[in-house]
């Protein structure tokens, strides 16, 4: 029985009537529990029943929808224990085989005379062959449903019909889209665009007359998803900022203007902007939560080291948090170099490194007691254990925020009293991830490179090319410089053509004799990575072969030469922080991105890596590429659960729904 007391899209889905024990279990897998997930269940896809294709005009590598009849199938059975269903289908202009690899029990499912609508991809042209389409048997009643219209398609699992589940959908849009309640209206109003009621929008995405209304109806539905996200980070942030004060880091300027005035060099324009920007909110009245982005060699470190300064001439220690041994030491050295002619400690706190060479939490306060400043903490996962302590905690500043799940960020948060965060990004961040992933972060963007940086040239050989190109890296290192070699693996896993360091360790020191290679991967120990870089950044070693686990936390400007073999093996963004370890001193640079027997996705990723150095236009490029689910990571981005909006193409929309919100946002 419904409950009165419900909003009626908020009633359970058995309320809808027609909807056994059985199928509520399964609709559960789907995330549809109410009414009104049910109405928020969007297509996948639609198919024009009215103007089906033509079989006869099919060709291989075609996306196609058609219906026929099923004039022969069956189940053939293959040596091996596999087995193959099969139907052949016409709809008067030719025929077509359809074809599903060890499913057999679909042959209880489609039978010899069945009208059926296919849609799938064209596999073989002789004969014409759709492997695994998508298949739905016509049946009588309900035709106003499910032909001669635009009918909807959507994301199904086990025991749960295509059929029945339109038929379902519509029933509730026909019994309840007119009782959503369309508090945004009113937001809208005055708008230059034209948007529909949320009822009619319902109405049109689920059984829209055309392709056109449909699309209509999902950016109207689009919108209202990304308001009602926004209005949670603002109801959060409000509820956040109504509890806790801020510490006060305004700080006196006694260490930032020396700290500033002894690095030799002065900020650039985006670099200064970012640094306001977090000082005000250092001496702000909630506790600081900011994403400073840039490009790979911006200068963010610099800036983050800025705000390290402001918290302990404030009286209070940070912690600077690094996703890796290779990158926490990087960070270590260079900050220590900084820190340390101004009287501020800093310790390093890894998994293997422990400066102050004591696990004790009640010993390692003492220590920092004794400092006549409070120190700087740099490490990995380590400082975020609970065995690690720290008084006083004013800042914490997390690099590489993606490689970091939500709870080890809380944790680290937790060891203070509600410290101010800095987050740093290696690389850009995608527009509209920027705005959702991270949108309950202030954000600050370093757009311009420092000054005095010769120009990096990019370019894709295939493998014949080696010989030249040994023969320019050697000439290279005979001027001075030093390169990086690049291969996607440890070990040879037999294969086939895919490199490995530890196999081709000899064929490198062969290629570029009398030259010293070191070698660095993620499986040596600490203290071996260590000789590594240390040999490499005295110049002892002119050419280090690594993984790809040098992708950040290497800065050496007489590096030069970017080397990276089975290039079309790595993403866009991790090919361009590979590049990035080149271009950061004063001479030119070059990438060089050896690949062979490319695939088209592999071919397009290295032909953007090209032409384009903007770390900016190239984030955009892999969220079209790869999608925000594997850009960041599933388990550990954050990434908003959109049924109708797309974090890809709704940059627009995006941008409209914040702005909306924070015009008309109470509370």
């Not at 419900?6 to 889905?13: A, E, F, S, T, V």
């Not at 189940?75 to 025929?95: H, L, N, P, Q, Y």
Request: net charge neutral; glycine share 8%; charged share 30%.
């Amino acid at each position: 029985m419904p409950d009165p007391k419900l909003n009626p899209i908020d009633q359970p889905l058995a309320s809808l009537g027609g909807v056994g024990r059985e199928r509520l279990t399964r609709l559960d897998k789907l995330g549809i529990r109410t009414i009104g997930d049910l109405l928020w269940y969007g297509p996948k896809r639609y198919e024009d029943r009215n103007r089906p294709n033509k079989i006869e005009k099919l060709r291989k590598g075609d996306i196609a929808t058609v219906t026929g009849v099923i004039s022969a199938g069956g189940v053939k059975r293959i040596r091996g224990g596999r087995s193959m269903f099969e139907f052949i289908m016409d709809d008067g202009t030719a025929r077509l085989n359809c074809r599903w690899w060890n499913m057999p029990y679909m042959n209880r499912y489609y039978k010899t005379g069945d009208t059926v609508h296919v849609h799938g991809k064209v596999s073989s042209q002789k004969p014409l062959t759709m492997d695994h389409p998508e298949a739905e048997v016509e049946e009588e009643g309900e035709e106003f449903i499910h032909l001669k219209r635009v009918v909807p398609v959507y994301r199904l699992t086990e025991g749960v019909k295509q059929r029945w589940l339109r038929a379902t959908i519509w029933k509730a849009v026909d019994i309840f889209s007119e009782k959503v309640s369309d508090v945004h209206s009113d937001w809208l109003e005055g708008d230059d665009g034209y948007w529909l009621s949320l009822q009619e929008a319902f109405k049109g995405v689920h059984f829209p007359e055309d392709i056109e209304q449909a699309a209509i109806a999902r950016e109207r539905l689009a919108l209202e998803e990304f308001i009602q996200f926004y209005c949670r980070i603002k109801d959060k942030r409000q509820l956040f900022q109504s509890k806790i004060k801020a510490l006060d880091c305004s700080g006196n300027d006694r260490l930032v203007k020396p700290f500033l005035s002894s690095l030799g060099f002065d900020l650039t324009g985006a670099q200064q902007r970012a640094w306001i920007d977090i000082s005000q909110d250092l001496a702000g009245p909630f506790p600081m939560r900011r994403l400073l982005q840039g490009d790979v060699g911006s200068g963010k470190t610099v800036v983050a080291a800025c705000a390290a300064v402001r918290a302990v001439e404030s009286g209070f220690s940070v912690v600077f948090l690094a996703p890796t041994e290779i990158l926490a030491d990087q960070h270590y050295r260079v900050l220590s170099k900084w820190f340390e002619p101004l009287g501020i400690k800093v310790h390093l706190h890894t998994g293997s490194k422990k400066t102050l060479n004591d696990n004790d939490a009640k010993q390692f306060e003492l220590e920092v007691v004794k400092e006549t400043l409070p120190p700087v903490v740099v490490g990995t996962h380590a400082i975020v254990e609970d065995k690690f302590s720290l008084e006083n905690i004013g800042l914490a500043i997390i690099d590489e925020q993606h490689k970091f799940g939500v709870e080890q960020r809380k944790k680290l948060v937790r060891k203070g009293s509600y410290p101010h965060v800095l987050v740093m990004t290696a690389t850009p961040i995608p527009r509209t991830l920027g705005l959702t992933v991270y949108g309950d972060l202030d954000c600050s963007v370093i757009d311009e490179l420092p000054p005095g940086r010769g120009r990096i040239r990019t370019f894709v050989r295939a493998p014949d090319s080696l010989p030249k190109v040994w023969e320019f890296i050697k000439g290279k290192i005979l001027e001075g410089r030093q390169a990086y070699i690049v291969y996607p693996r440890v070990d040879d896993q037999g294969s086939g053509n895919i490199k490995a360091v530890n196999q081709e360790l000899e064929t490198v020191e062969s290629n570029l004799a009398p030259h010293t290679v070191g070698l660095i991967h993620g499986r040596l120990k600490p203290d071996e990575k260590e000789k590594a870089i240390n040999g490499f950044l005295r110049g002892e070693i002119k050419v280090l072969l690594s993984t790809s686990v040098i992708e950040v936390g290497v800065d050496i400007p007489n590096a030069t030469i970017m080397l990276i073999e089975n290039a079309d093996r790595f993403g866009l963004a991790q090919l361009h922080q590979l590049r990035g370890r080149i271009g950061r001193g004063s001479h030119d640079s070059y990438c060089i991105l050896i690949a062979d027997e490319i695939t088209e996705e592999g071919r397009r990723r290295l032909s953007v890596m090209e032409k384009c150095s903007d770390g900016f236009m190239l984030a955009e490029e892999d969220l079209k590429q790869r999608g925000p689910g594997e850009l960041l990571g599933k388990t550990q981005s954050g990434i908003p659960d959109f049924n109708f909006g797309d974090l890809i193409e709704d940059w627009i929309l995006i941008q409209k729904a914040r702005a909306l919100v924070d015009r008309n946002y109470k509370n």
